[in-house]
């Protein structure tokens, strides 16, 4: 039995087939915002509004709005993830459900009673906000003219040694070599139609804690500073399984299964800088730019397994683990923003938020990454976020709120520009005393990815379409 441990993994090897690629520079350096409920219910269109936590999110100059010191909480934010993935002309749908408490904010505001100064308060805040929620679930299944073994043939018979993926393949019998030549391979499942089923499931998310500084000058000028600290924890886990189409045993193979798990975890650091502007009464304008995120150090768990059904009931099965370290730089954000009062009663907002993925950059100290980095030049483009919303007064406590998100694909080479696009509507309410306050809001979110289960050489992807409901709600006292 050709049965190997492989414990032991050389970087030459592990850059090619784990997590440190350009796509997941990009995951990284997505963000698709979760806050505090009243935040979500208008659009996040906040930027020039402020007078909330989560705005701190848009534009840093947020905090120079609150005329008192304030604690909020968002306990319960519930999503409902829906997806429908296509694959060679066969769907399967999939349902996730996850609670998570997105959001935790403290802001002091102190009044200046200086003589001849017309600076009226200074601002600290201190909290957490999501950055992005990376709970997602999905299945594919379908018939594909390839398997995920073709790739690993083809690299094993142009190459001396053995990728540790083929290493697994061959342990397995998923390869094997010619009889009578030792140095070429073959495999049972080259060049038939493959009976494909995958498992994919992500958890985790990125957040970011939260320290700003902000001053009102004179009720026009508002000014803010933050220093942002990600935090990365994603685990990604996947499993796919291949048998041959016609049901035959592809010699004496009944079907052979493929498992990867990876978590990614660090932290990172980033600065902010904004300001809004209100020339008139009923209306202000933001500006605000975020540095790049510095991860200095991304840890990689990796696990990845292979195992194979006979026909004699007999099982093979061949692993190995790996722990590496990565150095990550996300994009600069630039963010523009306008709003406008009405009668102190309500307001109406838009928002521009502009990020250019193709800056995002690995690194580490025994590795170049040049290939990957040239990869996500080639790959990823401008990032255009857009977030309209409004809130409207009902009386002296009661409040409604509605709002539009739109992000365009930036995608470089997508055919389709709907993948990789998103659309977000929202609604919510609010209550609000002198002292206390409690909102609610709804938010439904549509979008579309295109997952490729191995190299896209070799496979079309499956088009998935995601349907998410989420609800919030937060509760915050004033002091």
């Known amino acids: 039995m050709k049965r190997i441990l492989v414990f032991a993994l050389s970087l030459c090897f592990f850059s090619t087939m784990i997590g440190q690629n350009d796509y997941e520079a990009f995951l990284f350096s997505q963000n698709d915002y979760v806050g505090t409920a009243r935040y979500m219910g208008a659009g ?53 459900m996850k609670y998570a408490v997105p959001q935790v904010g403290l802001v002091l505001s102190s009044s200046i009673n200086r003589e001849n100064s017309n600076w009226r ?56 070599t010619i009889p009578g030549n030792n140095s070429h391979y073959w495999s049972p499942f080259h060049d038939k139609d493959i009976a494909q089923n995958a498992t994919v499931k992500t958890s985790g998310a990125l957040d970011e804690i939260a320290i700003n500084f902000g001053g009102n000058y004179n009720d026009q000028l508002f000014i803010g500073a933050g220093l942002g600290i990600p935090i990365l924890d994603i685990t990604q886990h996947t499993i796919l399984n291949e048998s041959l189409a016609s049901g035959e045993a592809a010699g004496g193979i009944t079907d052979y299964s493929v498992v990867t798990k990876q978590r990614n975890t660090g932290a990172g650091i980033n600065f902010k800088l904004g300001l809004i502007y209100q020339p008139v009464s009923f209306f202000r304008f933001g500006l605000s730019f975020q540095t790049p995120s510095f991860f200095w150090k991304i840890k990689d768990s990796y696990y990845r397994s292979f195992s194979s059904d006979w026909t004699d009931n007999s099982n093979e099965f061949s692993d190995y683990n790996n722990l590496y370290h990565f150095g990550l730089t996300t994009p600069l954000k630039a963010n523009f923003s306008a709003a406008f009062i009405i009668n102190k009663r309500a307001f109406v907002s838009a928002e521009y938020e502009l990020t250019d993925y193709s800056l995002a950059k690995l690194s580490a100290d025994d590795y170049s990454f040049s290939t990957e980095n040239d990869n996500i030049i080639a790959k990823y483009g401008l990032g255009h976020s857009f977030r309209i919303g409004g809130e409207v007064a009902l009386s002296q406590m009661l409040y409604l709120r509605a709002g539009y998100n739109f992000k365009l694909s930036p995608y470089k080479l997508a055919d389709d520009k709907s993948v990789g696009s998103a659309h977000y509507a929202s609604a919510g309410f609010g209550i609000r005393a002198k002292r206390v306050f409690f909102d609610m809001a709804y938010v439904l979110g549509l979008s579309k990815d295109d997952i490729w289960l191995y190299n896209a050489n070799y496979v079309d992807p499956a088009r998935v379409s995601n349907t998410y409901h989420r609800v919030l709600a937060t509760i915050g006292f004033k002091f």
């Open 44 to 96: 996040r269109a906040f930027g020039a509004v402020g007078g909330d936590f989560s705005a701190l999110l848009s534009n840093p100059a947020a905090i120079g709005l609150y005329k008192k010191s304030e604690v909020s909480f968002t306990p319960m934010s519930l999503s409902i993830l829906q997806n429908e993935a296509s694959y060679y002309g066969n769907s399967r749908n999939s349902k996730k």
């Open 121 to 176: 308060y200074w601002h600290f805040g201190f909290g957490y906000n999501r950055l992005k929620d990376y709970n997602n679930s999905y299945g594919v299944e379908g018939i594909s003219p390839s398997s995920f073994s073709d790739p690993l043939l083809d690299a094993a018979n142009s190459s001396a040694s053995l990728g540790l993926d083929a290493q697994l393949a061959y342990d397995t019998w998923v390869l094997d």
